[in-house]
């Protein structure tokens, strides 16, 4: 996990027990606490969010050691990473593993277990759960136009990076086509400086993106600083099944 970031900083491990689940993945706690897994996003699909919910659900009434992370979410929800005691299998890996989740910061600035995108990875290759369909090229405008609304992962070629004022452009297709346009906020810009990447490294890059899709003139995201990833980082030689097993164990 990465150290220093108000969002990530881990607090005390705890003995807690499964009592039941609610919506969208909300795990409650036999002492009354309310939990949500950290750097995962619950699907949208309703047969992927039934299986994932059926998932958990099997583990109602387990020893679980929960580390809270950062601060709570705004419907103060804890964010927490959370193993399951006997057999410590980890819960975020374990629905990432299956393919019936994402990995994902959500509201987070920064994605507090990074190398939950090798397992996700994993998931995608075999084309389970939320990967049984091809991800959405980003200059496919009516395929994108079509998932509006929803949280999505789009792969394409970034063709053209405008910095300006306000926000920065990444543009996957030439002006006034019909394909995506990531849209980059100031302050996530300079993050994303900060981890590496820049408008000159990431033009022409095969890149893939993730967040909700919106419509304006055409398909938009507007993405956090670790929703960007140039492709072959998170596939990397060396994330072999043996690093996925630990994760997801």
Known sequence: PRSGVPDCLPGPVRAEVLAEIGTRGEIRLASGARVVLDSLRWPDAPDI?????AWLDARRGAALAVMPRGRPDRWDRERADIQV????TDLAGGLIGEGLAFADANEADSLCRPALR???AGARAKGQGLWREPLPDATDGPALRARAGRFVVVEGRLRHVGERGARTY???GARGADALTVTVSKRTWRMVRARGLSAASLEGQPVRVRGILDIWRGPTLEVGPDAIEVLGEADRPGAGPETERGLRR
């Open 49 to 53: 969010a039934a299986a994932a919910r």
């Open 85 to 88: 005691a006997e057999g410590d």
């Open 118 to 120: 090798l397992v996700e």
């Open 170 to 172: 990444l543009d996957f």
